[in-house]
């Protein structure tokens, strides 16, 4: 169930970003452009040479843009539940996990794409794999871990707000939570507090873990538990995260039975609909159609109705 379910909310969220081209482009060149311009702007003013600077920069940025998942799960989610679709969602009998699921695994899935020529550019301005290729593979796949984390903790922020504007403000803070790690720059030059701050800031965390697998550069000595251990560290943290914010309280499991059903049970001796039937018109929803108003019979016998037609 969870897998019909899930797959049926990939597809609404890829069939969302492709009628959204210009956010879709914008978000892909971004980070390219960051790398241009920190590479070649910042770095000429820090003691680091142009290259060596840059190769410690492009894992930084990475992780930076992984980042960014908390502001766009937290927009996402918040859109839906202001426009009223979470509460359509919560008429059908679907999984409780299945629309984070589905966001977070398109988002992820986007976020691989673009990671592809943003490395490419990497490898343009003098950053290389100095690593084996089993690091870089987990280290690909520890920025998408950090990235799924990000996507579901900006989820539960979005479900809080509730709010397109709240989660649009809320969402551009997030920007300063690079700015206080080791994305940018090396911490050792920082002040005492601050240092500590920006240790055990969890970017800082993703961003040596990521320059250690790809053999850019070393783990500093002396540093927080965090960043001593990044790699142990990340692997723990990012699951962790992300099943504090598994919660979906706005979808239940299954409508007209059981703890938080948002139907309108009807006792009807009459042959309903089977769940297969409903789980059928919810895919068809989430990729853009309007079905009418649908009728479900329940695990518990009773008849549960859905919501009215509407754009989803």
């Known amino acids: 169930m969870l897998a019909y379910d899930g797959t049926a909310m990939l597809g609404r969220q890829l069939l969302r970003m492709r009628n959204n081209p210009g956010l879709l482009i914008l978000t ?22 142009g290259e060596a600077y840059r190769s410690f920069l492009v894992p ?29 969602f ?41 690593g084996g290729l089993l690091e870089a593979v987990g280290a690909v796949a520890l920025l998408m871990l950090f990235r799924f984390a990000c996507v579901w903790a900006g989820i539960f922020l979005g479900l809080l707000t509730r709010n397109e504007e709240a989660a649009g403000q ?37 961003a040596t873990a990521l320059r250690d697998l790809f053999g850019n550069a070393p783990v500093p000595d002396g540093a927080a538990w965090p960043v001593a251990h990044p790699v142990a560290g990340r692997c723990c943290g990012a699951p962790c995260c992300s099943g ?22 009807e006792p009807d001796d009459a042959p309903g609909h089977c769940r297969a039937g409903m789980r059928h018109r919810l895919g068809r929803a989430a990729l853009g159609y309007t079905p009418g108003a649908a009728a479900c019979r329940g695990d518990d016998g009773r008849r549960v109705r859905s919501v009215a037609p509407g754009a989803v």
């Open 28 to 49: 892909q060149t971004m980070p390219v452009s960051m790398l241009l311009f920190f590479g070649y702007v910042f770095g000429s003013a820090l003691a680091m040479p």
């Open 60 to 88: 930084g940025l990475l992780v930076a843009t992984a980042a960014g998942g908390i502001m766009t799960g937290m927009f996402q989610a918040a859109q839906d539940t202001h426009r009223g679709v979470t509460d359509r």
């Open 90 to 130: 919560r008429t059908l009998p679907m999984s409780r996990a299945a629309v984070p699921l589905g966001q977070a695994a398109a988002d992820v899935v986007v976020t691989a794409a673009g990671t592809v020529p943003f490395l490419l550019v990497g490898l343009a301005v003098g950053w290389r794999v100095e």
């Open 170 to 206: 809320l969402g551009g803070a997030t920007f300063l939570l690079p700015l206080l790690s080791s994305a940018y720059i090396p911490t050792s030059g920082l002040p005492g507090w601050l240092r500590t701050v920006a240790e055990w800031n969890p970017i800082s965390a993703v």
């Open 244 to 265: 504090c914010s598994c919660r979906w309280p706005c979808v239940s499991t299954r409508t007209g039975s059981g703890e938080g059903a948002a139907g309108t049970p």
